[in-house]
């Protein structure tokens, strides 16, 4: 998570890295300071306490969360995203809640604080606010050296940028990267309900992104529901793809053979909450109790939480992943011509291996890759090692490219 030594900075970069939850919970967030193993409970009415909840609240206030409200010797009130950040803060923490003790301690704070820069804004990736013709705003994120081949990276649908960041920064060293996060789910969006939600208008934020920075044609690479995106853009924008990866993709190509039991919960889930906002309510209070994200996993479950942390967030991201369940793939497949590499993983329990099987034999010019011990989950923590198969791929097409 964070390589700080000093406590200070450890809860400022844990603050950061939670924003994308905290500032769309509802108010007060409710927090709780928690033991380390078996350990006893801080002392609720200490002053070391006091401190730590005065240092807490101010760094939160900095990303806007308003109340911060905290519930000692409670967790069981907690939901379940209350208590995930009051895990991770206390981590920062170390579980000792006596570093602000010191006046001066509380002055280094206050300055760290009021300088820290909160919004995970690097210097090698440039944000911008694209609107699109059917005015929506995108943030649109890029790297440094537009010189290089250019890649598109389409991400899954509704997960922010923060997840797939180490794999962008992989991909910078060779490449121009581009990528975009799904409309309606990040930024100001007050109109969503005159929004075309259906896998068109997400090519179309594909193909927006594309013009904006002037690129005649690229590469798509695109990460579970982002492969549906990408191999849809390829289909009806055949002149605008150079190639194309597919990775680890969330496909619906109409057997239940094809898909995990993860892949049809999530089809029902999506279908049940894209109805409308009450049912979408009903569903999102399920994401409250703590047993149910027990099995999200800890290194991702920052970024791959944001959807389902209120009700309105919920329901939009099952309008946008409901159309993307019912896009009829196959005429699709057989409009792709260009050189296609498809990764799944042989231990994947989200995506099924056989979808991507299908999709590779669908597609003229495709190449099917199976990642030993490859799953979700590898996808997103060893990015180091699956960087290789994705380069010797992009770098074979651009040389058949160059005969």
Known sequence: MTISTDAATRLCETVRMLRHLAIHLPDPICLSFLAQGDGLPPEQASPSVRATERAVSAAFARIGVKAVQYVHDGEAQLSSFEMFISKKICQALEFTY???????????????????????????VETVHLITRDNVALSVHSSADRQRPAIVLALPCGMPFDLCRDWFNALSERFFVVTWETRGLFGSCTSFDQLSVDTDAQVGDLINVMNHFGLSNAHLMGICGGAVIALSAAALHGDRVNSLSLWHGDYNLGDNSLRTAHQQNFEWLMESAAVDRNEASDLQALFLDQAT???????????????????????????????????????????ISVPTLVVAGDADETTHIGGSQRIAESISDALLHVERNGSHLAFFESTQRSKQTAFKFLESTLESMAV
Request: proline letters at 7%; hydrophobic letters at 40%.
């Open 98 to 124: 006596d570093h602000f003790d010191e006046f001066e301690s509380v002055k280094r704070f206050g300055r760290l604080v009021r300088h820290f820069d909160f919004s995970g804004a690097v210097p090698e």
């Open 293 to 335: 994200l027990a099995t999200i996993p800890d290194s991702i479950a920052h970024a791959a939480l944001y959807p389902y942390v209120n009700e309105e967030l919920f329901y939009r991201y099952a309008r946008l992943n409901d159309a993307l369940n019912k896009t009829e793939l196959p005429p699709r497949l057989e409009r």
